[in-house]
């Protein structure tokens, strides 16, 4: 099962997700947009991951390399490929099934909790989060959930969370591939978004608990085997 994955900044790479694959003997290979690199072939890989970064799903006029990725995850979608989208991944994979992608009410950046929507309940992917997970959010926008697909979860402070579509296509807008040393480069690299706010932490709080990234790892792991179908 060949891992192709997308990245448009330098500290939001494939985190804990990269151990996983390697453990289970995946082949992995990556784009990195913000060098310039090449997009693969939908025939050439079985499963796309979309990795997030700071900007918006709508921002083609400002990076020339991002309606060729909206077409790749389109072609990807289209060949019943294996598509996984994380925060900015996420929205694009909605975009690209005609969903809006619009600022959230409030900037959700640190660790609160996720729960299950009733059809989330039953869902192979959505009740692992039974019946609450605290997971790791960096976001200020929102997707709609596109037509067709299951809304999966929400939180408090933004209702649309994940939602999976046709048994393919999965979208989290939250973080659990993220440890503690790419936390921190996320903290270095975006200072300002760890400002004021309902459903803001600061740095302190957000990286001084290990055993939550620990539990983030473990459900990831969960997640990826539901998904992907591969037994850890």
């Not at 693969?40 to 890989?45: G, N, Q, R, V, W």
């Not at 959230?104 to 609160?112: A, D, L, P, T």
């Not at 959930?145 to 209702?159: M, R, T």
Request: charged share 25%; glycine share 10%; net charge negative.
């Amino acid at each position: 099962m060949h891992i192709h994955y997308l990245s448009h900044v330098p500290f939001e790479q494939l985190g804990a997700m990269e151990a996983w694959f390697r453990r289970r003997g995946m082949p992995i290979s990556h784009s990195l947009l913000f060098q310039g690199d090449s997009l693969p072939d939908p025939e050439d890989i079985d499963v796309l991951v979309v990795m997030g970064g700071p900007m918006g799903a709508d921002d083609d006029h400002v990076h020339d390399w991002m309606a060729a990725e909206k077409a790749l995850i389109k072609a990807c979608i289209g060949a019943g490929k294996k598509v996984l989208g994380v925060c900015l991944g996420a929205q694009l994979i909605a975009r690209v099934l005609g969903a809006d992608v619009t600022a959230n009410e409030h900037k959700e950046v640190g660790w609160f909790p996720v729960y299950p929507t009733t059809a989330g309940k039953d869902d192979s992917i959505g009740k692992l989060f039974s019946p609450q997970a605290h997971v790791l959010h960096w976001h200020g926008d929102t997707f709609a959930i596109p037509k067709g697909a299951v809304h999966l979860l929400e939180s408090k402070g933004c209702s649309h969370q994940a939602f999976r579509y046709g048994d393919h296509v999965l979208a989290l807008q939250f973080h659990l591939e993220l440890e503690a040393d790419s936390a921190t480069a996320l903290c270095d690299a975006c200072p300002d978004d760890l400002g004021k706010g309902p459903w803001v932490e600061d740095r302190e709080r957000l990286l001084g608990d290990e055993q939550r990234f620990e539990d983030a790892r473990h459900l990831l792991g969960r997640v990826l085997t539901a998904f992907l179908g591969k037994q850890p």
